[in-house]
């Protein structure tokens, strides 16, 4: 474990870049389904591009970064002296990103049900989704930043 002492600034470096491309992709991928559904389905092309960025959004972006934050942030968790368990703040984070997760999850399901032209939210609706990982986010970096608790 001495080892995590060593290398904890590098594993910070790390997480903090793959929780900005996590959520780049998180606040990007609901905002293309607002494009999708509202996009005339006569116009096939146009929604064969749209189904294509999603897929790559999801598969080149968002599920490495996902995997890569969890990584690095159990890292983190592990590293000797960096989280104190008896202070609230770590478990609102720790609950906060469960529920990100949960979030990617209702994501790549929406993918597939909008590849097989299956449409379950408006336009609208997509566009309120938009604020779950916006408040998420807002809620994280209070909670390890300001440690109000
Ligand atoms: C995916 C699961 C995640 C786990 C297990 C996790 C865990 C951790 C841990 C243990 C730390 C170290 C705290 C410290 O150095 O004092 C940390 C730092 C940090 N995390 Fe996460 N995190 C996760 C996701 C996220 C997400 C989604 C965000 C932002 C939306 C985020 C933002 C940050 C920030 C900004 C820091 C640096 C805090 C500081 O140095 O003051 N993390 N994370």
Partial sequence: MEILNTIYPWTKVIHLLAVISWM???LYLPRLYVYH???DSKHLDKGKTIVLWEHLLIKRIMNPAMITSWTFGILLLLTPGIVDWAVFWIWI???SVILMTGFHGFLLKQQKLLKNNVIQYSGKQYRLLNEVPTFLM???IIMVVVRPF
Wanted: no cysteine; glycine share 8%; net charge neutral.
């Fill in 37 to 39: 559904v509202e996009t």
């Fill in 93 to 95: 984070k720790i609950a």
């Fill in 24 to 26: 780049a992709g998180l």
């Fill in 138 to 140: 807002v809620l994280i």
